[in-house]
């Protein structure tokens, strides 16, 4: 019992747990909702295998791409694979089976969501970064409480005021360069003005940024209905689709963060990548 419950303390997925907490501790998610940290642990995991896999969705295109690494300890899933009470794991659910097939292999999951949404060097620091160069404050829209030591200013959404107004249309043309996409959405009041402060949130930002006053809103998506209101009052709204707002951070951020602090620890050799195959599943056509 003794030397299991060492090899447990020592396994990859307890080194990227503990690492995890240098970066966005999951107390900063919101757990009254979501389901972060651990979701599969492997049971014969290997010490020596230290790749692990960056992603958005765990799709079983991910899987494959996963199983077919040559030493994968782990796949960092952004959203969480599990996010509500299963009755069964079986073959027959694409999902399951590849939660199986991982955790056969020796390769387990784990997911930090919103801890990395409201950590302060997070993805909404990150969806805002082209306009920090003009911005007179940048705060969170709902700050977190309590605030772990070293993660002061943590928490959900970002708005920023700009220390000059800028077009519409240049914001979008910032957003879309931010973000790699060729086109987003666009919705306008009846009256347009310059933009002089604007409220971003990664994903379905709408229950966030609702009673946010900023003059422009950015996030993935939206319902029709919460667009109309916000363009009632006179706000602009620009939406990406869901995870166009957060799989360019993995890249752009967490793949060096992540590889550097797990290197620091005792043992060397870790290398994180991001998947190749993770993409978001609307295109336009």
Known sequence: MAAAAAAARTAPIQVIKRVWERIAPLSLAETSWDNVGIIVEAPFPSAEAKQVLLTID?????CAEALALPSCSAVIAYHPPVFRALKQLTLSDPLQASLLKLAARGISVFSPHTSLDATPKGINTWLVEPFLPIAASSAPVEASSPVPEGFEGAGMGKVVTLKQSLPVDEVVQLVKKHLG???VQLATPATAKPISSIAVCA??????????????????EMS???????????????LANHSNTER??????????????????????????????????????
């Open 58 to 62: 765990l799709t079983p295109a991910v």
């Open 181 to 183: 996409l060729a086109h």
């Open 203 to 220: 994903g379905s930002g709408g229950s966030v940024l609702r009673g946010v006053k900023a003059d422009l809103l950015i996030t993935g």
């Open 224 to 238: 029709h209905h919460e667009v109309l209101s916000f363009i009632a009052n006179g706000q602009s709204v620009i």
């Open 248 to 285: 360019p951070y993995l890249a752009a951020v967490l793949r060096g963060w992540l590889e550097k602090e797990l290197n620091a620890e005792a043992e060397k050799g870790w290398e994180v990548i991001v998947s190749k195959v993770d993409a978001d599943p609307l295109r336009v056509v």
